[in-house]
Antibody
Framework: EVQLVESGGGLVQPGGSLRLSCAAS????????MHWVRQAPGKGLVWVSR????????SYADSVKGRFTISRDNAKNTLYLQMSSLRAEDTAVYYC????????WGQGTLVTVPS | QSALTQPASVSGSPGQSITISCTGT?????????VSWCQQYPGKAPKLMIY???KRPSGVSTRFSGSKSGNTASLTISGLQAEDEANYYC??????????FGGGTKLTVL
């Protein structure tokens, strides 16, 4: 059974940093692209970032470029999102998803940045 | 990176068919056959229903189908059931090597 379990969310002050993790199991993690997608309270899904299977290629939404860094550790079957210079508008549930088509999703982790 | 355009809401009666549209540009929906649709119940994680425009993942009901014409993709749900009431989001790969989601459509089963 495929499982994606996000962690690391919480309350952080504006300008602060946070690192999210996504622990993967039930599939060959090292073979799949991975995404981060976020959803502000009561709003829709917004794509944040993706990384290819070996970690050599990444891309970001304009809204987070230069502030967020996606990475992965295939030995630990874990995806990361390092977030810095956080703003109130980054408040959201952050989901990880596997495959280029968002095949499986985790349950999400909430990041709150007060205004 | 403008969001794809979806209707805010659609509705239908049990047994009927409904179609949700997803309009992009010739830099995303129109350029690639990498359109996906996911279903999300309130407070829950999304679930993939359609990928690569019209392919269904294993376990997804055959009542769900996808198509594309030009810059507009569509999700059709036939034989509408009460359990289909949810939010639906389309997504597409873009020419910038990024992805973009639609704003979401709330489906109400009357």
């Amino acid at each position: 059974e495929v499982q994606l379990v996000e962690s690391g969310g919480g309350l952080v002050q504006p300008g602060g940093s946070l690192r999210l993790s996504c622990a993967a199991s039930g599939f060959t993690f090292s073979s799949y692209w991975m995404h981060w997608v976020r959803q502000a309270p009561g709003k829709g899904l917004v794509w944040v970032s993706r990384i290819n299977s070996d970690g050599t290629s990444t891309s970001y939404a304009d809204s987070v470029k230069g502030r967020f860094t996606i990475s992965r550790d295939n030995a630990k079957n874990t995806l990361y999102l390092q977030m810095s210079s956080l703003r109130a508008e980054d408040t959201a549930v952050y989901y990880c998803a596997n495959n280029w088509a968002f095949e499986y999703w985790g349950q999400g982790t909430l990041v709150t940045v007060p205004s | 990176q403008s969001a794809l355009t979806q209707p805010a809401s659609v509705s239908g009666s049990p047994g009927q068919s409904i179609t949700i549209s997803c309009t992009g540009t010739n830099s995303d929906v129109g350029a690639y056959n990498y359109v996906s649709w996911c279903q999300q119940y309130p407070g829950k994680a999304p679930k993939l229903m359609i990928y690569d425009v019209s392919k269904r993942p294993s376990g997804v009901s055959t009542r769900f189908s996808g198509s594309k014409s030009g810059n507009t993709a569509s999700l059709t749900i036939s034989g509408l059931q009460a359990e289909d009431e949810a939010n639906y989001y389309c997504s597409s790969y873009t020419s910038s090597s990024t992805w973009v989601f639609g704003g979401g459509t709330k489906l109400t089963v009357l």
